[in-house]
């Protein structure tokens, strides 16, 4: 057995090094949300995508590194708000930034629904700056900086991060320490930004803000118009024949720049939409990119 003993420490390395826990987002009852059962299920399809749906227990799960480097990220799962694409998307992503010495918490995030639900616009936003609040507050337990935190999202995801990152301002959930809810920096990977009908994702714009929003619904959502001078520098990651169109990206960016606010991106020729941490149609891995900008943060 001695023999082998380097052997199977260097299969068991990855799980040495990365740990992971699952905690609640909320100490006590679930803001905003009705008396109702928890029928949230999980299956992994056959395309091996991991998927979560029916979300209303809202989680957040750590996956801290051996060496951290202080930089946090918050990760938000694609999936139209109406799923969860919960591997590719989120635990995969996670353990790979725990590897790169980056603290990651994946965002299992409430699904809109006016059954489980007051007032389904701002679950999904409660979430997330819940999900900030609590790193930031317990950065010292997690071997955070706290003026290091950020947070990403894929597709509708990255609409949640957006959001998050451009509407810190407008809190809606108790915040009785007064913590900053504003994230450090942005990283949008295909994301969906505007509900503008012409660009946006009917089916994100239909699940958060219903069948028939109202024009002032639609510009608040549509964060694009929601950059300010105070935007956290922000990546974005996009592929030109996304079905989820490159303008969303655009339009961001567009607004990143009249306000002087630092990006970077990846863009790609192709590669759709959906592809997580690797788009087979090019060499280029944007996380190694990602890893460089965040470096110079």
Known sequence: MTKFAPFLVFLLLPFLVISQTEIPLYNGPVPNSKDVPNEETSEVRPDGILVISKVSVPTLTVYQAEKPNGKAIIICPGGGYWILAAGHEGHDVAKEFAKRGVTAFVLKYRLPNGATMVDKSIGPLQDAQRAIQMVRENADKWNVDPQQIGIMGFSAGGHLASTAGTQFHREVID???????????????????????????????????????????????????????????????????????????????????????????????????????????????????????????
């Not at 505007?194 to 608040?220: A, C, W, Y």
């Open 175 to 297: 915040n009785p320490n007064k913590t900053s809810l504003r994230p450090d920096f942005l990283v949008l990977i295909y994301p969906v930004i505007t509900f503008d009908p012409v660009v946006g994702h009917s089916g994100s714009s239909k699940n958060l803000i219903g069948e028939r929003p109202s024009q002032g619904m639609i510009n608040l959502y549509s964060n694009d118009k929601q950059v300010t001078a105070e935007t956290p520098p922000s990546y974005l990651v996009h592929s030109k024949d996304d079905p989820v169109k490159i303008e969303n990206t655009y339009l961001f960016i567009e607004a990143l720049k009249q306000h002087g606010v630092p990006y970077g991106t990846t863009i790609y020729e192709s590669g759709g939409h959906g592809y997580g941490m690797v788009n087979k149609t090019s060499e280029v891995r944007w996380m190694d990119e990602l890893e460089k900008w965040m470096g110079a943060l």
